[in-house]
């Protein structure tokens, strides 16, 4: 049993009791093993952790199966820290309580890891893009964004597929947890992978990622205070991102997986993306004077945002409609 590692199979749910079921199936019917499967629900108000816990209870195959419920609902990042907490695979594959998971994608996963000498920290495929029925309507694909470091923060680690994503354990034993207001754990992990052993692309469809109202990334956008909130909310995300990325570089610098000198650049970068996503908010969130003063303090530094918020303040409607634009259907976030 040597050359095959223990997996943890982990399924976060909230609020998904129309789908969490097919996302169990998936679990179960996972053919790699040794496999612990974590059933996970985030303090749901409706029935998805009460299904959980049926169909665990009416499970008699071969897998040891973990249900958890927080005591309280701690959002994407601390559900992911939690789940951390409980796992002991050395792989974590990752999946939502709205997908469903492949029957061979743990052992795909395990076979791409090893033929690669286990060496990779993240790995993840190509999936199946469904809609609410679970017909589908087409794919994911595509290997990873390669660039410079910083191009990748700017991008902010574009490529990975989260609905497919898994990842070593180590990943947080050497950096620690996420900062639990985290929304986009598939930006922040890859980053700690790619610093501490690479990414991989495994080119196999293993997931049926399911598009409906309430992905994370999906917005629909009914009037101009709407598309005003849900876009300061893409920046908070894109902040926190940042935030994470400036405590898991100087955290790689300290474990000497980068030198100084490969430090410095980044944190520079990552500190004027944090200023300027301040300052879009401040924007968006302030008055007429609050928006003329920012628009003063970027005149110099940077002119193509100050003309984006003129554009703005001239022309809100079409300002909006395109603002709308970036913030609307499915992302790869």
Known sequence: MNDRPLVTFALLAYNQECFIREA????????????????????????TFDIMREMTSQYTGPHEVVV??????????????????????????????????????????IEYWQETGSKLKSIYSDAILVDKIGQAIGFATGPPFIGSLN???????PGVKGCTHAWTRDVFTRFGPILPDTVYEDRVIPLRSYL????????????RYRIHESNISRYHLTSKDTILRKSIELQRRHLNVYH????????????GL??????????????????????????????????????????????????????????????RWMLSKKIVGWRRA
Not at 85 to 102: K, N
Request: overall charge negative; hydrophobic content about 40%.
């Open 24 to 47: 169990v199936e998936g679990a179960f019917s996972q053919t790699y093993s040794p496999l612990e499967i974590i059933l996970s629900d985030d303090h749901s108000s409706d029935l």
């Open 68 to 109: 958890n419920r927080n005591d309280a609902n701690l959002g994407i990042g601390g559900h992911v820290n939690r789940v951390m907490e409980i796992a002991r695979g050395e792989l974590i594959v990752g999946a939502a309580g709205d997908d469903v998971s492949l029957p061979d994608r743990c052992e795909q996963l």
């Open 151 to 157: 191009e990748m923060l700017r991008h902010l680690m």
């Open 196 to 207: 501490s052993g690479g990414i991989g692309y495994c080119p196999k469809q293993l997931v």
């Open 244 to 255: 994470n990325y400036i405590r898991d570089l100087t955290c790689a610098h300290r474990l």
């Open 258 to 319: 980068i030198d100084k000198t490969n430090l410095d650049r980044p944190l520079a970068t990552l500190e004027r993306y944090i200023d300027l996503f301040d300052d879009m908010i401040r924007f968006l969130e302030g008055g007429y004077i609050a928006k003329l003063d920012l628009m003063l303090k970027h005149s110099t530094r940077n002119p193509v945002q100050v003309a984006k918020w003129a554009f703005y303040l001239l022309c809100p409607f079409i300002y």
